[in-house]
């Protein structure tokens, strides 16, 4: 009875304590962002512990006993806010603020990292906070882990991998399987052999936070099974103005002999401005018409030749600036500008087999055996400039965005050309000249603007024009046998000597949205509503010229210095060059995606909130070209349209205030790379090809994922998450071979295909273990991933038809130990070494007979020395692939026939370890 009693008092008192309490609440707002709301800001009552963290509007809410205190309002980067305030018994007081970056100096913004967004700590709590599954990277992660490029800085997210120039592998998938925005509006790409732009073009100076989509909702594009990336470009919120020089060393490429095109052998090529030299001569005009080239006209009419330089390559180097200015107009209205421009240059050598396989009854054996070695010299020029303008109201941003990359090529296959007929067998040297050169100019305006003065109803639109132009500008080759003192022996006939021409022009790619945004239910409107459009539409077409010579005499010359024997065979008119162009050089490709979609995020209580909606996707190709025949025949068309209802469902359970589980479901489709699907066949000098596919279908993705959460502190979160997917139509590469045995790398669409897995990732504080290792952490996440893929043996030439999918690892792991110390009060540094590998994959579907091709594992680890030296300068140092793996794919022994060669490699190198340093300096 007493102790009824007992707890009976101190239940009254403790209900009459609650309701002697008051409440301050409020919003924080940005004031170098327009106004917007500031999540993730700390709130504090003045000499006490109690306080709390805005949430991602901005909102805000302590409770506390009555009397005098004072509310301090603090965000890292910013100026902290102090205000008085007298709380009364079961009253709310209603305190909003903002903040901005006041009269800080640049070092108290630099020191300590990037604030706003792109902090650690921010995007973690904004991954725990959001109902759909994304993980998130910004410049302060990338920059404590020394990441220079976008590319690179993904990989530090679960599940996402680099391959070589293939681009990045979400889940094992490849690079057709995800799609890209930039500040969330569609952006092309600018190769067309590769779905989106390859990431490591952008700096990461021009990047405030890349969001990484595993799972789909209704606001973004169909079009991905594996991740789509949205890169929010920086805002220039600040007055800034920095310098970064760099150089780098790898052991395999620099200070080695290098051969390099005689015509970028210049300060030109230097820069990569050679592609004039390599036009296509205007005196064939846009039309093929098999002209013979006069001898004065095959003089005249080519700059490039086939001549070669040896040098000694160079260290790379970089270079880049960054300036950014805001100003405070009146009544609230703030303009800022970013610009920001990088160029790099870079010498590569890779050596190693390279081989293709023939099936014979009595055994698999080479097709051909070469040793090659591909000397790449290459260039990056990309520029940014960001217009920023606000009122209290209305955020306008205008981006324009410029990038230009060469890659200028000599391939050298030494060894055996044609084992079935010998040929080779005097050891033949296949020498390729190539440049690859790409252009892109995106253009984007986007606005957001509040209907209502509480911003609970908004509106957000923005376009973008983009106009893009890869090509391959007098690609020439010849093959012969090489002679005593570095000398060749060739015929001028046929292929040999050959020229091509490849152009594929993006005319036009156009990108919108319009989305409307509206916050309901209650005080705290924690309901919302999106209703919107996006969509894009392209338009590209192609042009493939080829220009061969007639018979001629043989060259007998120095490997690098054939070009005055030619030159004098022209004069004395012995053979000459004419067009070889046929009916199939011209090809036309338009592309459209329209979409009207609906969103509601309803929060049922504190704990569940769901978010599912609807996504009506109209999405076509057509496709125009030729087969063998009449230039003047008329283009067959091939359309593929489709309408796509694509339903989502993204739901989160809170169990604890820092551990959630969540669930998501969606259908997503998947269209083809450029090149996939485009009716062309794309000659190499040793015979292989690769050939689109016009008739290729988009895949159908059926996608669940189940994720459990936990962030035990503001730096730490562990996470386990099962997915699996179903794919009717799947895009996969395949070899085969032509008539006259040569491989040909093609593409096709299977039956079906599943994948399930595990991804487990954590971020550890090991100060946990002991004190003296609390400046350590460890990062780590790995992908456990099985698949099966069917294929109708009636409709295929595959040599098995239940296999894996193509392009997917069964695992991956990527991990990092992070350590950051202080050696002075302006001389802080953060140590990182960076760990990943995946697993075995099937890189190319085997076909008749033929087993498939397999991409090994590569493991890569990296040692990255990030160091600010002082309120000016900060030096970073990096060493990379330190293991340094041989790059390999092998021909599987599970042909029809056993494999009789001693090795089932096709293709084997090494990339080289490399040592770079980057010294920034900040006016």
Known sequence: MKLKFLFFTLLICAIGFSQNKGTITGVLLDKDSNNQSLPFANVLIKDTKIGANTDIDGKYTITIAPGNYTVQFSFLGYETVEVPVTVAANETITLNNSLGSGSYKLKDVVIKSSGGREKETALLLDQKNAVVIKQSIGAQEMSRKGVSDVEEGLTKITGITKVGSRGLFVRGLEDRYNNLLINDLAAPTNNPFLKIIPLDLFSTDIVGVIEVYKTFSPNIYGDFAGGTFNIQTSRG??????????????????????????????????????????????????????????????????????????????????????????????????????????????????????????????????????????????????????????????????????????????????????????????????????????????????????????????????????????????????????????????????????????????????????????????????????????????????????????????????????????????????????????????????????????NLLYKFNEKFEANGGVRVESTNRETQYRQQGSFDDPFQTLKYDKVYFLPSLNAKYSVTENANVRFAGGITYTKPVIMEAYPIEYINADGTSMQGNPFLLNSDNYNLDLKYELFPTAKEMFAVGLFGKKMENPIERTFTSNAAGSTIISYLNSENAVLYGAEIEFIYDLGRINGTLSDFSLGFNTSLMGTKAEVNPKNSLETHTSRDLQGASNWLINSDLKYQFELSKSWSNTVSLVYSVFGKRIYAVGTIGLDHIYELPVQQLDFVWSSKLSEHFDLKFSADNLIDPARQFELGDNSLTPIVEDSALTRSYKKGRGFSLNLGYTF
Do not use: C
């Open 237 to 598: 919120s600040k007055s800034i103005t920095k310098l970064n020089i760099g150089t780098s060393y790898t052991v395999n490429s620099n200070l080695k002999s290098f051969s390099l095109s005689k015509d970028a052998d210049s300060a030109e090529g230097f820069f990569g401005f050679t592609a004039d030299n390599r036009e296509l001569p205007s005196l064939l005009g846009d039309t093929p018409s098999s002209r013979v080239f006069t001898p004065q006209e095959s003089l005249d009419s080519f700059k490039s030749g086939f001549d070669v330089s040896e040098i000694k390559s160079p260290l790379n180097t970089s270079i880049g600036l960054l300036h950014s200015e805001k100003f405070n107009l009146n009544n609230g209205q703030n303009f800022s500008y970013l610009f920001s421009i990088n160029a790099e240059n870079n010498f590569g050598i890779q050596e190693g087999v390279d081989r293709t396989f023939r099936y014979q009854s009595t055994g698999i054996d080479y097709k051909t055996d070469f040793v090659t070695t591909d000397n790449h010299y290459k260039t990056a020029l990309t520029g940014l400039l960001g217009l920023n303008y606000s009122t209290n109201r209305l955020k306008l941003s205008l981006n324009s965005l410029y990038i230009k990359t060469t890659d200028n090529l000599i391939k050298d296959q030494y060894g055996v050309a044609n084992a079935e007929t010998g040929t080779g067998a005097n050891e033949t040297l296949i020498r390729t000249n190539q440049l690859d050169q790409s252009n892109y100019w995106n253009n984007q305006l986007v606005g957001e603007y509040a209907l209502s003065e509480d911003k609970n109803q908004t509106i957000k639109a923005g376009v973008s024009y983009a106009k893009t132009k890869y090509d391959q500008p007098d690609r020439k080759a010849f093959s012969g046998v090489t002679t005593p003192n570095d000398g060749i022996s060739a015929s001028i006939a046929g292929n040999n000597f050959i020229k091509q021409y490849l152009e594929i022009t993006g005319n036009s790619y156009l990108s919108g949205l319009t989305e409307y945004n509206l916050k309901f239910g209650g005080k705290d409107k924690s309901h919302k509503l999106t209703v919107g459009y996006n969509g894009n539409a392209s338009d590209m077409e192609s042009s493939y010229r080829f220009i061969s010579p007639t018979v001629g005499p043989n060259i007998n010359a120095p490997l690098n210095s054939i070009d005055e024997q030619l030159n004098a065979y022209i004069a004395s008119e012995a053979f000459y060059y004419k067009e070889s162009s046929n009916a199939t050089y011209k090809a036309k490709l338009k592309e459209a995606a329209n979409a009207g979609y609906a």
